[in-house]
């Protein structure tokens, strides 16, 4: 066990700086620079500030030159500055990552919850009306795109009912955790509905397969209790590849969500990566980068690690 | 099972009506909408439309363009001029003219912490302007400066290497708190990170506005309130909150939901945007459509062969129906562009040159330039060449792409061969457009400023090229020594009639050798609240936020 985990964090710390040389490489291959196009919308700057402000943010030197500054700061522990934010790289990171913890984790919940007892449930009522019911409702939930859910959750539960506030993280001045609550709701309702779809779908073909075993039978010719069969050996194994699907979804749970990000006018790490990979704000865009792909990894990893718990015979090696 | 049911239930129903609708806002404070957040709020660096607006609120320049594109002063007590003798030209060594500018600062201007804004706080704003390594963004302005010269605590003078027809507009001259500053500005290649107006935004003395800025949630509010120290008319809101929320259809919801009061028209929807909301018939808001300074114009490619004729580039015009493509995309809202110059400018020329539709003119145009219209409907040149043109634009900005729509289906109806090719802004702008690297016919939209003399764009050493590091944005290569002639005059040109008459004939010159086709100046739309009175679009780059105190509740 413990060979395998030190080999899986070699692994890791690899792609980790693979990712980080391909992700700096292609931010420094798009086409202009923030100081070029800052200059095209500004009628006063000159040629020579745009060459001044060039080589003070470095964007004059070659490519592989700031990779390795960067490489050798970001060793020892400095991110240094974003230059979009003017902080400190880790100070921009913080209420981003905060809120989209917030945001992610809720839906991802609010996703599972609805979607795994949905799932099962349809395998279970295999071909009948309700499963009919619910995969329509997952075909929906797949096909609806989020920008428009959350324009018409914002319409009708921000506009029409005025029940929920239409955007933001909390209200000016700060409201307390059912304020806060109250601003989550819509987001989440849109990026829960989007994922169910697919939580339910996986659970539902898991389970269908893992119904047809025929362990399952033996188990019910041993005379345990049909509910005994699907939650204690049905259930639990029908999880592993929906395990999976979760477990690699933790990286996005910390990378955010762009769109819905953006319907919403919520402050969180989609929005703040891309912004920082179109500003070219490189530091703070490999903070960001670096921190899902590690926690894609790792999510990888707590995936391997719960095969085991769910799964006995899985030993590692 | 029940109980769990009831809990959710309840839950639920909490979160929905715990707390009263999101807080309707009150007259005493008003919510403004944007679509942007600021990067910095250091007045000096960088360039932000976003920053500029919130600071409007909070700070002043010496000098501005007012809503009737008067330069008046803000910050100074009176506007220096050669006439009033504040401004005497004044011989360099080398023979040069030059030009010594004496501002004095209104008496009751105060930082918010209570110290007196001085002639200290402009000698250090000059310093770290000139610095190369401060991150100023208009160093031009700091360089053209030779010294300053501290007459009192409140009068000072500014001795500038040149004396231009714009000798005494200091707009971007922002001054800043040397109390507070100096300390950041030890290391000046970290002075842009260690900035207090980065490092603590809410500090009272960084601002000395009507308002100063009191909380700063980064990405999505900024909220102000009235600043005990300003010295004029008191502002009617005790507070104003300025949220970023960045799409069109998310600012109208926000708008109808009551999170805001009004979407800035500097920064807030496109005029399809107001248009469509416009359509839904809001009776509790108004929407004003300014003209604004960004100037919507295909760019030639001088350097292609077919286009360099000027006969050809008049030809595109004629044959091009502007006026109907403004008012069918724009319903009237915009008009049509006849020169570079905006109209509200003064030294617009309203006799200027015009294309009006006429497909036959343009056919003959056409033929005397040697490009014969075939059997096939296609023109083609004595070597059997098709006239063809790439018209270019960036990708995914609708009103763009149904402009070069219409210009594709007018140039064919011509006998002209018209592709489109369009690039997302990046690529666009960074690589295609500054580097002068498309072949025919760009689409996109240059941003100006009152009386703003179009060196960058027109002169002839401002073609971008390797040679050069692709300096200078005059992208189509457009070379005329009359133009530069005129463009030098004009610079240094003090009497406004001789200046006027100048401006006229780079227009009539600009009309006749068209190096770009005019299309339209965009209309910026602001969306206002019936109760909100005396906010007043300038329709240049200085934001309504700069006379924030002649804001008022109405009926």
């Known amino acids: 066990m413990a060979r395998h985990l030190i080999h899986r964090l070699i692994q890791a710390a690899l792609v980790m700086l693979v990712m980080s040389f391909l992700v700096y490489g292609l931010i420094g291959l798009m086409p202009g620079d923030p100081v070029e196009l800052m200059a095209a919308g500004s009628p006063t700057m000159t040629p020579a500030d745009v060459a001044r402000l060039k080589a003070l943010y470095g964007l004059d030197q070659p490519l ?27 100070d921009t990171l913080g209420p981003p990552l905060a809120n989209t913890a917030a945001l992610m984790i809720s839906s991802l919940a609010a996703a599972a919850l609805a979607a795994l007892p949905a799932g099962a449930v349809a395998a279970l009522r295999h071909r009948r009306p309700l499963d009919h019911a619910l995969n329509l409702a997952a075909f929906a939930a797949i096909s609806l795109p989020v920008f428009w859910l959350g324009l018409v959750l914002i319409i009708i539960f921000a506009v029409d009912l005025a029940w929920l506030p239409a955007s933001g993280v909390e209200t000016v001045g700060g409201g307390g955790l059912v304020d806060r609550l109250r601003h989550l709701a819509l987001p989440v309702a849109a990026l829960a509905l989007a994922s ?63 769109v819905t990000e953006t319907v919403f006018a919520y402050p969180g790490m989609g929005k703040l990566i891309y912004d920082a990979v179109m500003g070219n704000d490189y530091n703070l865009a490999l903070a960001g980068l670096m921190l899902a792909t590690g926690l894609t990894l790792f999510g990888s990893l707590l995936a391997d690690l719960l095969y085991g718990v769910l799964d006995p015979r899985i030993h590692f090696r | 099972m029940r109980q769990c049911r009831r809990f959710v239930l309840g839950l639920l129903l909490l979160i929905c009506l715990a707390l009263p609708g999101a807080a309707r806002a009150q007259h005493d404070q008003l919510v403004i909408g944007i679509s942007q957040f600021p990067s910095t709020f250091n007045p000096l660096i960088d360039t932000m439309a976003a920053r500029d607006y919130i600071l409007g609120l909070a700070r002043r320049p010496f000098t501005v363009y007012d809503k009737d594109w008067q330069l008046v002063c803000m910050l100074c007590t009176r506007l220096p001029t050669l006439g009033n003798r504040m401004a005497i030209p004044e011989t360099l060594p080398g023979g040069r003219i030059g030009v010594a500018i004496t501002y004095t600062i209104q008496p009751g201007a105060t930082w918010g912490d209570g110290v007196p804004v001085t002639t200290d706080d402009v000698l250090f ?15 031009e302005l700091f360089r053209r400066i030779l010294s300053v010269e501290a007459k009192d ?81 008191k502002p009617a809101f005790a507070k104003i909150v300025v949220k970023a929320i960045e799409t069109t259809p998310a600012l109208e919801a926000n708008l109808l939901a009551g999170g805001i009061d009004m979407i800035a028209g500097e920064l807030g929807m496109t005029v399809d945007g107001a248009l469509a909301f416009e359509r839904r018939n809001r009776p509790e808001w108004t929407v004003i459509y300014k003209p604004g300074l960004s100037y919507d114009h295909i760019t030639v490619n001088m350097d292609n062969p077919a286009l360099a004729d000027r006969r050809v580039r008049q030809a ?80 995914g900005m ?158």
């Not at chain 2, 999505?220 to 008319?233: D, H, I, K, M, S």
């Not at chain 2, 289906?409 to 457009?433: C, H, M, S, Y």
């Not at chain 2, 703003?452 to 005329?480: C, H, I, Q, W």
Request: net charge positive; charged share 20%.
């Open chain 2, 125 to 139: 704003t000059w310093q770290v302007g000139r610095h190369p390594q401060s991150g100023v963004a208009n160093g």
């Open chain 1, 196 to 258: 169910f779809g697919h939580y339910m779908r996986y659970m539902r073909a898991a389970m269908i397969g893992t119904l047809r075993q025929d362990w399952i039978r033996t188990a019910r010719a041993k005379g345990l209790s049909w509910a005994q069969v699907v939650l204690r050996h049905a259930l639990r194994n029908a999880m592993i590849p929906v395990v999976t699907i979760l477990a690699l979804d933790l990286g996005t749970l910390f990378s955010g969500v762009l």
């Open chain 1, 64 to 90: 592989g030159l700031r990779y390795w500054h960067w490489l050798t700061a970001a060793l020892s522990g400095n991110l240094g500055f974003s230059r979009l934010s003017a902080l400190p790289v880790i």
């Open chain 2, 153 to 233: 605590a409140r009068t000072f003078t500014l001795h500038f290497d040149r004396l231009t027809f714009d000798y005494n507009a200091i707009n971007d001259f922002q001054i800043l708190p040397v109390h507070l500053e100096r300390a950041a500005f030890a290391e000046p290649a970290e002075y842009r990170n260690k900035s207090l107006y980065e490092t603590d935004t809410t500090n009272p003395g960084l601002y000395f506005g009507p308002y100063k800025i009191t909380k700063v949630v980064r990405g999505q509010y900024v909220v102000l309130e009235r600043n005990p120290t300003w010295w004029g008319r």
């Open chain 2, 398 to 555: 609708r009103n763009r792409e149904v402009m070069e729509l219409v210009c594709q289906q007018a140039w064919k109806r011509l006998g002209i061969d018209v592709t489109l090719r369009n690039q997302p802004a990046r690529t666009f702008f960074g690589e295609t457009v500054l580097k002068h690297a498309f072949p025919s016919l760009a689409l996109f939209a240059w941003m100006s400023s009152p009386e703003n003399v179009p060196r960058l764009t027109l002169y002839s050493d401002m073609v971008p090229t390797k040679e050069n590091n692709f300096a200078g944005e005059n992208v189509g290569g457009y070379k005329n020594p009359q133009m530069d002639r005129l463009i030098d005059a004009i610079e240094v040109q003090l009497d406004r009639d001789k200046r006027r008459d100048l401006w006229y004939r780079l227009q009539e010159l600009y009309a006749e050798d068209l190096p770009d086709l005019p299309l339209t100046f965009r209309a910026d739309p602001f969306i206002l609240p019936k109760w909100l009175q005396g906010v007043e679009p300038t329709g240049h780059q200085y934001p309504t936020t700069l006379w924030v105190e002649n804001w008022r509740v109405g009926e």
């Open chain 2, 316 to 395: 595109l015009l004629y044959g091009l129906d502007r006026k109907s493509m403004v008012q069918q995309i724009f319903q009237g809202k915009q008009e049509v562009a006849n020169s570079l110059v905006n109209p509200l400018d003064w030294c617009a020329d309203p006799k200027v040159k015009t294309y009006p539709f006429d497909p036959v003119k343009a056919g003959r145009l056409l033929d005397a330039a040697g490009w014969s219209l075939g059997a096939d409907g296609q023109r083609r040149n004595a070597k059997g060449e098709k006239l063809s043109v790439e018209l270019m634009t960036t990708a």
